[in-house]
């Protein structure tokens, strides 16, 4: 359980992160940068360490497949449903909704079941959430593109955590890691020059921005997710993610001076029982 908290603390920051360097650099650019960096790091990690890499090709492939959905769909529908203006919290409480997709599809794809406690406690978590992010929810019709990333972002974590959980969860962490993230990277090398001008400024903001996600998001929380998905059902640790908005809300209280009413204070309450219904 301890894992568990740690993982939602540092995955709540991303979005903390995210809306302190977007300012500065256009999305897919930001984890192109981001990527390659994580990439190098990793890299210098498994080979100091003799991290042993796969052997077969279909696990190299299956890598390569979760390192797409997991960061390059995911973060890149994150970043961008920010970047065109869905407010922070819409943009969780739209992710926030990966629970329910995971348990309707953890019986087809991982032959997981999932009871009636834990439907209920998926319920409350739905409640809790939008309760968080219930202030925040501005229907502007200018967003739709940006609700359209919401939702590729939602698709991206859903199928990459559960493709994880089926193919890639006997790899090792460290090369496992070099290569999912390496696809990513040449996603965004691809998407990048394409799509965006690809101008940066570099700032002291941006500059912090990078790192803390490079290092405590991209390499701290990811292993810890993976780390998760290798112990726990699929189920059990997508319910995690409900915690993500109100955690992420109350960094922003201390970080950003955002405040937090009852309703958003009842609604972390909601939610902590509605994972706990879960996992317990």
Same mark, same amino acid.
């Given at each position: 359980?301890?894992?568990?908290?740690?993982?939602?603390?540092?995955?709540?920051?991303?979005?903390?992160?995210?809306?302190?360097?977007?300012?500065?650099?256009?999305? #897919?650019?930001?984890?192109?940068?981001?990527?390659?960096?994580?990439?190098?790091?990793?890299?210098?990690?498994?080979?100091?360490?003799?991290?042993?890499?796969?052997?077969?090709?279909?696990?190299?492939?299956?890598?390569?497949?979760?390192?797409?959905?997991?960061?390059?769909?995911?973060?890149?529908?994150?970043?961008?449903?920010?970047?065109?203006?869905?407010?922070?919290?819409?943009?969780?409480?739209?992710?926030?909704?990966?629970?329910?997709?995971?348990?309707?599809?953890?019986?087809?794809?991982?032959?997981?079941?999932?009871?009636?406690?834990?439907?209920?406690?998926?319920?409350?978590?739905?409640?809790?959430?939008?309760?968080?992010?219930?202030?925040?929810?501005?229907?502007?019709?200018?967003?739709?593109?940006? #609700?359209?990333?919401?939702?590729?972002?939602?698709?991206?974590?859903?199928?990459?955590?559960?493709?994880?959980?089926? #193919?890639?969860?006997?790899?090792?962490?460290?090369?496992?890691?070099?290569?999912?993230?390496?696809?990513?990277?040449?996603?965004?090398?691809?998407?990048?020059?394409?799509?965006?001008?690809?101008?940066?400024?570099?700032?002291?903001?941006?500059?912090?921005?990078?790192?803390?996600?490079?290092?405590?998001?991209?390499?701290?929380?990811?292993?810890?997710?993976?780390?998760?998905?290798?112990?726990?059902?699929?189920?059990?640790?997508?319910?995690?993610?409900?915690?993500?908005?109100?955690?992420?809300?109350?960094?922003?209280?201390?970080?950003?001076?955002?405040?937090?009413?009852?309703?958003?204070?009842?609604?972390?309450?909601?939610?902590?029982?509605?994972?706990?219904?879960?996992?317990?």
């Amino acid at each position: 359980m301890p894992i568990a908290i740690l993982f939602v603390l540092l995955w709540s920051t991303g979005f903390i992160g995210a809306k302190l360097g977007l300012p500065y650099a256009e999305p #897919f650019t930001f984890l192109l940068i981001r990527f390659w960096l994580v990439t190098a790091m990793v890299l210098v990690l498994a080979v100091v360490t003799r991290a042993p890499w796969p052997r077969a090709s279909r696990d190299a492939f299956h890598l390569i497949v979760t390192g797409i959905l997991i960061h390059a769909t995911f973060l890149s529908g994150v970043f961008s449903s920010m970047y065109n203006g869905v407010p922070a919290g819409v943009t969780a409480l739209i992710v926030g909704m990966q629970p329910v997709l995971t348990a309707i599809a953890v019986g087809p794809v991982l032959g997981e079941k999932v009871n009636l406690r834990q439907w209920f406690g998926l319920g409350l978590g739905v409640i809790g959430v939008a309760l968080v992010v219930q202030n925040k929810l501005s229907l502007n019709p200018s967003e739709t593109g940006g #609700f359209a990333w919401s939702a590729v972002a939602l698709l991206g974590i859903t199928a990459g955590t559960l493709y994880q959980k089926k #193919f890639c969860s006997t790899l090792d962490l460290r090369t496992g890691t070099v290569i999912q993230y390496a696809a990513a990277g040449v996603v965004m090398l691809l998407a990048a020059p394409l799509f965006e001008s690809m101008q940066v400024a570099w700032t002291g903001e941006f500059v912090f921005a990078l790192l803390w996600l490079s290092l405590v998001l991209s390499v701290g929380a990811i292993f810890l997710l993976y780390v998760l998905i290798r112990r726990g059902k699929a189920s059990s640790v997508a319910s995690l993610f409900y915690l993500v908005p109100p955690c992420t809300a109350l960094i922003a209280y201390f970080v950003f001076g955002e405040t937090l009413g009852f309703a958003a204070i009842l609604g972390m309450g909601i939610a902590v029982v509605g994972v706990a219904l879960v996992v317990w």
